[in-house]
Every structure is written in structure tokens, then in C-alpha cells.
């Protein structure tokens, strides 16, 4: 019902376009043909009889209405290419949007004006679709992400929840769940937090805070943090890490970066494996490296290993909720620095950390 009544709206509008246009052009034919007459009259000394006047004025009645209805027949030809018709591809484009279907884009029209603006328009357009399509993704793996992580440790929580609850339950079974139960307590706060943390980085409601402290000894403290863990698995610690070197950032942002490489390579590394741990100064940058024995990433996994909630272990066998080096990218775009990895299966992985040194800039 509505189309129809937009219809006929649209021929209303077009009829009384037509008419308005034909009153124009005929009040400016009859003022220039009054004009030329009277000049032709003045000039020549001709005399017009009331006959030729009428058939002069039928005759000019004639071509203005011929000239209206060409006139506006043309323009309606030039309005439908050029304006109507990509107001309908683009507000259809628009319609299929707000249904959920970000898929659509839109085919540039022909135009020999590079800044046309419809085609700068569809442009822009195509340009939020595919921004609108990539943020749907995100949000549908974030969920699905998401619902897994709490799902395990709730189902752990549940269960060893539910065998504690068990009559005459021996002693070493019950410290045995409870560990269970607390570990999996541990991994559902941990995921919390990163995710907090994260969206608030991604939200810039954390803004660094730039302090001058020695990078050395933060990353020796952040080191210390692990030694239970290195010390149980029994790895070999090798650190090189040059003295005086400071710069100036936010010393709690980057301990989240440092916290979670060291992680990361402790957790991967099997038993009587090594982690090496580098801090060197260069000209602008103070490089920190962070090498492992364990066991390696593919080039299919180093491509998305900074992407929130991806794990190479896709069992998800080996802790951990896929943010950590999520929560590591941000921090360092944050900061304004870089990081990169190198990586081989069977033989480890290299993580390369630059961040800006003090009173220096670079070249």
C-alpha cells in the first residue's frame, strides 16, 4: 500500500515539475517575443494586424509547449541516471544495512566527473559497510569466544562443586577438587579482568601516563614475579639486560606487556627448557626480547596471534583465554612502540619489543 501511494506521489511531483517548468519557459518565450515584436514595430515601422498576432502567438504557444515537453522529458531522463537512480541503489544499499546485512556494496556510477558526489557518497558507503560487516564479525566471535571461556570453568566449578558435596569424601580428594575448584575460579577472574581490561584500552578510558624509570629494573621485578614457576619446571633463565637504560612511558601499562611474554614463554617451554630475556639501547629505541624453547608458532598462527580471544592451541589444552598478547598490541600502540615475533615450529619463539628511549627521537 505504501508503494503505491509513493507512486503516485512520485507522478504528482513530476506532473506538477512539468507544469511548473512549461509556465517558465512560456512566460520567458511570450516576454522575449512582446520584446522583439515592439523592437521589430519601433524600428521598421510595421504594422500588425490583430490576425497575425494570433497566429503568431498560437505558433510560439505551439513551440513552447513542444520545447516544455522536451525540455522536461530530457531532464527527466538526466534526473533518473544521475540523481534518482542512485538515490535508490543507495538508500536499498541503506535498507538491506539496517536488516543486518553489512555483504552489500555499491557499484560506482559512470561519471566524467571524478568528484562526483554520488560517487564519493557510495564510496564512504562502502567504506562503513565494510567497517560495519568486520565490527559484526568481531562482536559475533567475541560472544562465541567468549560463552567458551566462561563455559569451562564453570563446568569445572560445577562439577568438583558437586563431588565435594559427597559424604565421607576422602581427604586428599577433597584438597584435590578444591584446587580444582580454585584454579578454575582463578582462570574465570583472570578472563574478567583481561576482558575489562582490554575494552577499556580499546575504549581510551586508560590514558599512559608518562614517567622516566629504568626499564632494567622493571623488567628484573616482573621477572622475579615467575620464579616459582621457572624453578618447578626447572628452565634455565639467561638474562642480558644492559644497565641504565630509561625511558619515559607508563611504567603500569608496560608491566602488563612484560607480565604477559614472560608468561607466555615459561608456559610454553617444556621441562629443562630455556628463556632468555635481552634489553639492549639503541639510538632512539630500547629493544627488549623475549626468546623460548618451546614449542614454536606456524605462519598461519604468527598472522593472527595479536587478534583478541585466538589461541594456536585450537583443543585449548594449555591455559589461557587468547588476550593476553591481545592486551600486549594494544598497550604498545598505546605507548606508541612496536612489537614483532619470529617464530619456528619445534624450536621456539622470539618476541621483539621497541619502545621510544628517553630525550630521543627518531631520525
Same mark, same amino acid.
Given at each position: ?46 504594422? #500588425? ?11 510560439? #504557444? ?36 539496517? !536488516? ?41 566471535? #567475541? ?7 566462561? !563455559? ?30 580454585? &584454579? ?12 575489562? !581490561? ?14 622516566? #624509570? ?123 612502540? &612496536? ?14 619489543? !621497541? ?9
Amino acid at each position: 500500500m505504501s508503494r503505491t501511494h509513493n507512486r503516485a506521489a512520485r507522478w504528482l511531483v513530476a506532473l506538477w515539475q512539468c507544469a511548473v517548468f512549461f509556465l517558465l519557459i512560456a512566460s520567458v518565450v511570450t516576454c522575449c517575443m512582446l520584446l522583439f515584436l515592439n523592437v521589430l514595430q519601433h524600428n521598421m515601422g510595421l504594422v #500588425f494586424t490583430q490576425e497575425m498576432i494570433e497566429t503568431a502567438a498560437k505558433l510560439t #504557444f505551439g513551440n513552447v509547449l513542444l520545447i516544455s515537453l522536451l525540455c522536461t522529458a530530457i531532464d527527466r531522463v538526466r534526473r533518473w541516471f544521475m540523481v534518482t537512480k542512485p538515490v535508490l541503489r543507495i538508500t536499498d544499499a541503506a535498507e538491506k544495512i539496517t !536488516k543486518g546485512d553489512f555483504s552489500v556494496r555499491i557499484q560506482p556510477f559512470f561519471s566524467l566527473d571524478r568528484q562526483d558526489g554520488f560517487n564519493i557518497i557510495i564510496g564512504l558507503f562502502n567504506r562503513m559497510a565494510e567497517e560495519l560487516s568486520s565490527i559484526e564479525t568481531l562482536r559475533t566471535d #567475541f560472544i562465541s569466544n567468549v560463552s567458551h571461556e566462561l !563455559k569451562t570453568p564453570l563446568s569445572v566449578i560445577q562439577n568438583y562443586g558437586t563431588l565435594l558435596q559427597q559424604p565421607d569424601l576422602p581427604e586428599d580428594c577433597r584438597l584435590e577438587y578444591a584446587k580444582a575448584v580454585t &584454579d578454575a575460579s582463578r582462570r574465570l577472574a583472570s578472563l574478567i579482568t583481561n576482558i575489562l !581490561k582490554l575494552n577499556k584500552l580499546e575504549n581510551q578510558q586508560i590514558y599512559p601516563e608518562g614517567k622516566t #624509570f629504568d626499564l632494567g629494573e622493571q623488567l628484573c621485578e616482573c621477572l622475579l614475579a615467575f620464579e616459582d614457576i621457572w624453578e618447578e619446571k626447572g628452565i634455565e633463565l639467561d638474562t642480558d639486560i644492559e644497565e641504565n637504560v630509561c625511558i619515559t612511558s607508563d611504567a603500569e601499562l608496560l608491566s602488563l606487556v612484560w607480565n604477559n611474554l614472560f608468561s607466555n614463554a615459561l608456559k610454553f617451554t617444556p621441562l629443562g627448557g630455556r628463556v632468555s630475556v635481552s634489553l639492549r639501547a639503541e639510538p632512539s629505541y630500547a629493544v627488549i626480547q623475549v626468546n623460548d624453547t618451546g614449542c614454536g608458532i606456524s605462519p598461519e598462527v604468527g598472522a593472527h596471534i595479536f587478534e583478541k580471544f585466538y589461541q594456536g592451541d585450537t583443543s585449548h589444552a594449555t591455559q589461557g583465554n587468547g588476550l593476553g598478547l591481545a592486551l600486549v598490541k594494544r598497550v604498545i600502540d598505546i605507548v606508541e612502540g &612496536d612489537i614483532s615475533v619470529s617464530s619456528e615450529l619445534g624450536r621456539g619463539s622470539t618476541f621483539t619489543v !621497541k619502545i621510544r628511549r628517553t630525550g630521543h627521537e627518531t631520525s
